[in-house]
DNA sequence: ATGGTAGGCTAACGGCGTTAGCTTGTCAAG
DNA sequence: CTTGACAAGCTAACGCCGTTAGCCTACCAT
């Protein structure tokens, strides 16, 4: 269902979102929130059908959001570098929220329309004559964010001589594409 | 704990990574899992200690499957190009094990020692004198797989062809590193 | 012969998502 | 002004989940 959300709905989701980024995922459950709310977990079912839409109803505010910061950074000199600026950033302040956002097939049509087309503008935008090196980018970044949010990297790791090297590698290929 | 596993202990991984591999995370509980040993769920905690320890010895037991597939390739003549098609292939052919292998933060003292290392053996040699190239490399692997995984990329995505341009990008990086 | 231990068992706890069915207040139509 | 629909709350319950406490029994070493 791509229905509206009720505001009573959007308030509920609200809630769920900040439970969610304080608690992480095991501290949102249906009863938490609920009592947040200030009603019975089985109240909640009045105004979403499920846990699903409820995560995927946060997710489109995630998108939301990240679509509003990427547009902003469309006036900036260097939009590109801004994005995945931007992109970093975000992961490493909503972990939990990165994590609900990226770890699950997304069910499209739990999702406010048009909100994932919003947010994907930098890999549209980065590579923009060729989606195969936007899509590879998008996925060092993912990869980049997810690994160093999971602690996958040795500590001894340069996080950041990581990040610039991969980005190189990209911005090079992208200057002597043929 | 980095303890030895007993042989029962090892039976009961057996078990469990095979339910994983059907049923998908959720279908990996440990009362399924005692059903198909055939004792109660209560029963298995006398061989492992919670859940979080019989899943990392899944993990384990990957991490040792795909080291040995790695250094197999060492024969080959492009072991790099080869290793990451075993990556990518390993996690299409066991996606639920790839997702418990990557999805979450590890905990290296429940990891069978020295398996994390094995397993990273590409990372290590394909830009050997480059870490940084190396990490984002995998990287863009993991963001690769993962994604295709989740279903991100949209349908009209040519799915083989990022992985060639991102690759390419990174071959080209190190031919030309400085 | 005996005592410890390995490895089963039952029962239960507190949590989870979810459903059925009841109640109440508001508000529009007759 | 009454009435009836409906939105939005409630309680109770179901069948799952991971985990613990405490019991039993067979084996094996002293």
Redesign the interface.
């Known amino acids: 269902m791509t229905t509206e959300l009720s505001p009573r709905a959007r308030e509920i989701v609200a809630v769920a979102r900040q439970l969610l980024e304080e608690k992480g995922p095991a501290g949102l459950s249906m009863r938490r929130l609920a009592d947040r709310v200030g009603i019975r977990a089985s109240s909640i079912y009045k105004h979403l059908p499920d846990k699903q839409a409820l995560e995927h109803a946060i997710v489109s505010t995630v998108f939301e959001e990240l679509a509003d910061e990427f547009e902003a950074a469309l006036e900036h000199a260097d939009p590109v570098g801004t994005m995945v600026a931007i992109y970093r950033r975000y992961a490493k302040d909503h972990p939990h929220l990165y994590r609900l956002m990226?770890?699950?097939?997304?069910q499209r049509d739990l999702l406010v329309p048009g909100v994932e087309e919003r947010a994907s503008l930098p890999a549209r935008l980065l590579v923009g004559d060729?989606?195969?090196?936007g899509?590879?980018?998008?996925?060092?970044?993912?990869?980049?964010t997810?690994?160093e949010?999971?602690?996958?990297?040795p500590p001894s790791?340069?996080?950041d001589?990581?990040?610039?090297?991969?980005f190189?590698?990209?911005r090079?290929?992208a200057e002597?594409a043929q």
Chains 1, 2 share one sequence.
């Open positions: 990226t770890e699950q097939p997304l060729d989606p195969d090196a899509r590879a980018l998008w996925a060092f970044a993912h990869g980049m997810i690994l949010l999971n602690d996958r990297f790791a340069d996080i001589a990581a990040w610039r090297a991969g190189d590698a990209f090079r290929y002597n």
